[in-house]
């Protein structure tokens, strides 16, 4: 089944937008992955942003003319990101740790550390599973702001 990845960053949410759009190149790769997985999405969305992947993914699904399904999915549409602290401005703040972590996730998100995860604010927990980065087509890697996201796509 294709299967996309995608952050929950608010400032994709409609209800941010602006006349200057600060994540453009992030929705642009996010609504792409997303209008792939076909006219029924089923989104899995950790509860740590306090439902705002959730939000997200919905948001992403319809922008494209899809909608959210719990069953008989054309795809799936997992949100989560790496850590949020790359970075003295970053949401939480600078985390030497966090370059490395999120180089292990580049390479497997399998054994996720919990506790790590979230140290480093990484809204990681529905990522297990997935496979390799290397295995999909990576259309976005990068960690403005101090957090790392990637839109990615299996299959």
């Given at each position: 089944m294709r299967t996309a990845l995608v952050p929950g960053v608010l400032a994709l949410l409609p209800s941010y937008s602006s006349l200057e759009d600060p994540v453009a190149a992030l929705r642009s790769a996010?609504?792409?992955?997303?209008?792939?997985?076909?006219?029924?999405?089923?989104?899995v969305a950790s509860g740590a942003t306090g439902g705002?992947?959730?939000?997200?993914?919905?948001?992403?699904?319809?922008?494209v003319g899809a909608v959210?399904?719990?069953?008989?999915?054309?795809?799936?549409l997992v949100v989560g990101n790496g850590s949020a602290t790359r970075t003295e401005k970053a949401p939480g703040h600078l985390d030497e740790r966090a370059a490395d972590f999120d180089a292990a996730l580049r390479v497997s998100f399998d054994g996720i550390d919990a506790a790590l995860a979230a140290d480093l604010w990484a809204d990681a927990d529905r990522l297990g599973g997935l496979p390799s980065l290397a295995e999909a087509e990576?259309?976005?890697?990068?960690?403005?702001?101090?957090?790392?996201?990637?839109?990615?796509?299996w299959g």
């Open positions: 996010c609504l792409d992955a997303v209008a792939r997985l076909g006219p029924r999405i089923r989104v705002s992947g959730a939000k997200v993914g919905a948001a992403l699904v319809a922008a959210v399904v719990e069953d008989g999915e054309t795809g799936v990576v259309v976005y890697d990068d960690a403005p702001f101090g957090v790392q996201y990637w839109v990615a796509v």
